[in-house]
């Protein structure tokens, strides 16, 4: 039997509600909102790869309609983006003056993760288009909150 996998990367987009499995991206901002120092887990110099929800959505599409035999694709934006330098862009989109404290890092915790998208960009034609600033902001924008 054929299949497809996509190994999706740091999922974030509109409607994202907080529960336990809510990335850091809607906690950041949920913090920000209500006056919260931002919790980072380490030194925040630790990467990861942030893909908003429509360009997941096209990977999905483009996967539905390719013609290959049993192939697994990392679907994030391909681009490593730091824990602090995330916060930064948050609390600056934000207009707050949120603080950052920084505590121990969780046993385990991955230095670096972001995707290698080449396999998805040569054989599903993937082209992530939404930048993190861009979807941050339209992410804020979608919760009333103006950047």
């Given amino acids: 039997m054929d299949s497809v996998v996509l190994r999706f ?19 950041f901002i949920d913090r920000c909102t209500h006056g919260l120092p931002l919790t980072i887990y380490g030194d925040g110099s630790q990467t990861r790869d942030f ?22 694709f990392n679907i994030g934006s391909g ?25 121990k890092p969780h046993a385990g915790d991955i230095k670096d993760s972001y995707a290698d998208i080449t396999k ?12 993190l600033k861009d979807g941050l902001q339209a992410l804020l924008e979608e919760k009333g909150i103006e950047s």
């Fill in 51 to 72: 893909v908003n929800v429509r360009d997941v959505a096209e990977a999905v599409l483009a996967s539905i309609k390719c013609k290959t035999d049993s192939e697994i």
């Fill in 120 to 131: 998805a960009k040569t054989l599903l034609g993937y082209a992530p288009k939404v930048s």
């Fill in 79 to 103: 681009k490593p983006t730091s824990i602090n330098e995330l916060a930064k862009t948050i609390i600056r989109l934000t207009g707050t003056e949120t603080q950052v404290s920084y505590e």
């Fill in 9 to 27: 990367f740091n999922v974030y987009g509109p409607r994202q509600g907080m529960n336990d499995y809510t990335g850091v991206i809607t906690r």
